[in-house]
């Protein structure tokens, strides 16, 4: 199911909530008797979704009176709809007084629906990194869902991303309007395509793509398998000018012209003393007293505690004020004004420095310019490489790097920039080794709380500065036709560079004295993310080595596979169709074979999800094919034909990149490619890590961490079991078995085990007994009783947990052993399922959280241990998980590997002792 992101700007789509209110609450009046039903439904919805998600910005938007400019495209536009009832017309200037007096932005846009003017806020929200949640009834809102636009529903609180608008409508979000044009929308009077209805639509979409495709390619309508195909391109091309008026008519306007940027639609404090006139007239008694009561809008009382560390940052976001300004910006295009600004940086204690530059690959990208700031309000922008200025315009590069190599490289001089990796990295290009990189505002950002939403400079800005920031497409677009720094127009370019140097220092005086107030999160900033990122900027450019003679010949091996899985559903299904389509799925399994549905998309359709399809496939063959042609087909896809497409032209090597501030509990993750997702346990990803080679002469090494968060559990646990049973270096899992089920350890049958190992490592993951059931394939009774055993062998680790979710509920938060902490925004969520999810995160999120911070200190350590000998005999080269991988001098290894796992094993001091497997080989797979 989709995920909604952290305090989301929340469009609600007004007009929608007052049909659905009119229409669904009965027709109440007060004792004057004017009509309340209506204003007391919006009301009510708007309440649950305030208290649900508390966002901090919000915009509720109405129809605006009189026509729009689609009543002038087609005359017949929703003149089918009868007058609207006077009982509800009376009722929306009162509503409308309401929702304002709650602290709401209200917006009606005349010539526009307000379809469009949510439209338009929603995509500014997601060129500026916002994420969005609409809440609305209507379907033609579906085409506005990404991964950062989300819908959800008034009446059934279903959630829409991209995977569930497939699941409930068969097609993707951007093919949503050519669906309502080629069917039509009867709620609307937006025609259609006489004769086409819903599936019609889904099977041409899906069989030729967009309306564009399908006139494009009429002549290939017969061939497709659905009902009518053969008559259907004569319909098409008698109505292909009412197919494309419906697709102007079901297009959402996202450029309209407002007055409020989405930054602006920040939820206020309420009117109380207008909201109780109004409540007292209409006689809203229930909300009358909760209302003078001071907790309308606020729920059941929550800890106070907690609702501080919820909080948090969002205070600090209220209270702060922008104090940019331009007018302190300078160009640097002279030796004088040079001069001047070397000696302004040598002088301060503390600057920030920033990047542009004409790639976001840092081995490939070339430097274009470099902008500073020294003080808030004073920056400046030195243009090298602009394509359009002279030499004599502009400083030369090459002389101005030479110049500032020693400042940039002198660890005295403290330099402040966000995402520096990047920065140290493209200079690395230049033989530039940056020193003195004291803070990252990204880090801080991440460190401060790494749930609050996004750590990039534009979403920092606006959270902690209210300021919006030029963006990097305001002054280069989008696109194919985008245009790179270096053909940027210099005042804009200057302007925007300059901005980036300001707004980072600016953050940093922002964020650092809130960071230097909580010790925990201090510490893992200062001794943990700030030393890693030169780490992980080494360990990127180091890459790792590719066959690829051995990915061409998996690739063809899977074409193959694929095809013979492809013959082998068709033949299970008595009939060709597309196995990636959820819809044709459905019918298959659901409808010709019979197969009794476990769940439901939002829709209410039969769900073909992995987990749906992992579970169907335990009873039935043709699930089983599904899932292992889909695993199949994102292996080739991902690895096998991409892997070598990315090597790199100079180095002949693969270099990943990796993130420090993505995952709530700190872990690493990585792209391109994403080396956290190669499979390990099935043959086909294992032999992609065959793939993975070291250089002639040299060995890969692979360190791994053994149960690392089950050492976590017993040392934060203190059960004095485990904490023997690994001190004892026993079998953990044929340990805990041998105390479940009451044996000696060696009479535990491979079956127990495997059982064992199931309780041990869910329990981690806060699993339920029924969760231990369906894994094991046995009752729920029986599991519970798994449990019930573990736990009464084991009671430390359920004093761990009830004592953790104690604490959570109380701080609003868990601490990693280092301090790192994970908030957890839902655990007094009045919902359940939130509660209970945040409540398994809060036992998990401690122990994954150090086990991150452990691998974190162990790649430190053993950087500091290759740095100062600026080894070529010893690269670490990538890490996965709890491992670490090396590439290693064939003569070096015996040594290598022991200095490696002494430093692994000494990263951290736990009750237990950690332990490292450590493999070698020609390749990852042999080494793993």
Known sequence: MAQIAENPLILVDGSSYLYRAYHAFPPLTNSAGEPTGAMYGVLNMLRSLLLQYKPSHVAVVFDAKGKTFRDELFEHYKSHR?????????????????????????????????????????????????????????????????????????????????????????????????????????????????????????????????????YENLDKVAG?????????????????????????????????????????????????????????????????????????????????????????????????????????????????????????????????????????????????????????????????AHDYLDAPDQLDRNSVLARLKPLLEDPKLLKVGQNLKY?????????????????????ESYALNSVVGRHDMDTLASRWLNHKTVSFEDIAGKGKKQLTFNQIDLEQAA??????????????????????????????????????????????????????DILAEHSKELTVRLAELEQKAHELAGEPFNLSSPKQLQTILFEKQGIKPTKKTPGGAPSTSEEVLAELALDYPLPKVILENRGLAKLKS??????????????????????????????LSSTDPNLQNIPVRNEEGRRIRQAFIAAKDHKIVAADYSQIEL??????????????????????????????????????????????????????????????????????????????????????????????RQQAAEKGYVSTLDGRRLYLPDINASNAIRRK?????????????????????????????????????????????????????????????VKIRELMENSMKLDVPLQVDIGVGDNWEQAH
């Not at 509503?95 to 469009?116: I, Q, T």
């Not at 070397?342 to 274009?368: C, Y």
């Not at 003195?436 to 880090?443: A, P, Q, S, V, Y």
């Open 82 to 214: 009868p007058p609207m009832p006077d009982d509800l017309r009376s009722q929306i200037e009162p509503l409308h007084n309401m929702v304002k007096a709650m602290g709401l932005p209200l917006l009606a846009v005349s010539g526009v629906e307000a379809d469009d003017v949510i439209g338009t806020l929603a995509l500014e929200a997601g060129k500026k990194g916002l994420p969005v949640l609409i809440s609305t009834g209507d379907k033609d809102m579906a085409q506005l869902v990404t991964p950062d636009i989300t819908l959800i529903n008034t009446m059934n609180n279903a959630i829409l991303g991209p995977d569930e608008v497939v699941e409930k409508y068969g097609i993707p979000p951007d093919l949503i309007i050519d669906f309502l044009a080629l069917m039509g929308d009867s709620s609307d009077n937006i025609p259609g395509v006489p004769g086409v209805g819903e599936k019609t639509a889904q099977a041409l979409l899906q069989g030729l793509g967009g309306i564009n495709a399908i």
């Open 224 to 384: 497709l398998t659905f009902r009518g195909a053969k008559t259907m391109a004569a319909k098409l091309e008698e109505n292909k000018e009412l197919a494309f008026l419906s697709y102007q008519l079901a297009t959402i306007k996202t450029d309209v012209e407002l007055e409020l940027t989405c930054e602006q639609l920040t939820v206020n404090e309420p009117a109380v003393a207008e909201l109780l006139a109004m409540f007292r007239q209409y006689e809203f008694k229930r909300w009358i007293a909760d209302l003078e009561e001071g907790k309308w809008l606020q729920g059941k009382k929550s800890n106070p505690a907690a609702q501080k560390a919820l909080v948090g940052q969002v205070e600090e976001q209220v209270e702060a004020t922008s104090t940019l300004s331009a007018d302190g910006y300078v160009t640097i295009l002279d030796e004088e004004t040079f001069e001047r600004w070397l000696k302004k940086l040598q002088d301060s204690p503390l600057f920030a420095f920033d990047l542009e530059t004409d790639s976001l690959d840092t081995l490939s990208a070339k430097i274009v310019g470099l902008s500073f700031a020294v003080e808030p309000g004073e920056a400046a922008y030195l243009p090298v």
């Open 423 to 443: 920065d140290r990295g493209v200079l690395k290009n230049y033989d530039i080794e940056l020193a003195g990189i004291k803070f990252d505002t990204m880090l």
């Open 495 to 548: 302007h925007y560079a300059a901005e980036d140097a300001d707004v980072t220092l600016q953050l940093h005086l922002k964020m650092w004295p809130k960071l230097a107030k909580e010790t925990g999160p201090k510490q893992v900033f200062e001794n943990i993310e700030m030393p890693l990122l030169t780490v992980i900027s080494r360990i990127e450019r180091n890459g790792v080595l590719i066959d690829r």
């Open 638 to 667: 991902t690895y096998t034909d991409k892997l070598p497409l990315m090597i790199n032209p100079v180095t002949g090597r693969v270099h990943t990149s990796y993130h420090q501030a993505v995952t709530a509990t700190g872990r």
């Open 711 to 804: 050492r976590i559990m017993a040392h934060l646990s203190q059960d004095k079991g485990l904490l023997s049973a690994f001190a004892e270096g026993k079998d953990i899992h044929r340990a805990t078995a041998a105390e479940v089920f009451g044996m000696a350890l060696d009479k535990v049958t491979s079956e127990q085990r495997r059982s064992a190992k199931a309780i041990n490592f869910g329990l981690i993951y806060g699993m339920s007994a029924f969760g231990l059931s369906r894994q094991l394939n046995i009752g729920a009774g029986e599991a519970k009783r798994y449990m019930d055993l573990y736990f009464e062998r084991y009671p430390g680790v359920l004093e761990y947990m009830e004592s953790t």
């Open 837 to 897: 999810a945040a409540e398994r995160a809060a036992i998990n999120a401690p122990m994954q959280g150090t086990a991150a911070d452990i691998i974190k200190k162990a790649m430190i350590a053993v950087d500091g241990w290759l740095t100062p000998q600026a080894s070529t005999d010893v690269k670490m080269i990538m890490q996965v998980h709890d491992e670490l991988v090396f590439e290693v001098k064939a003569s070096e290894v015996e040594a290598a590997t």
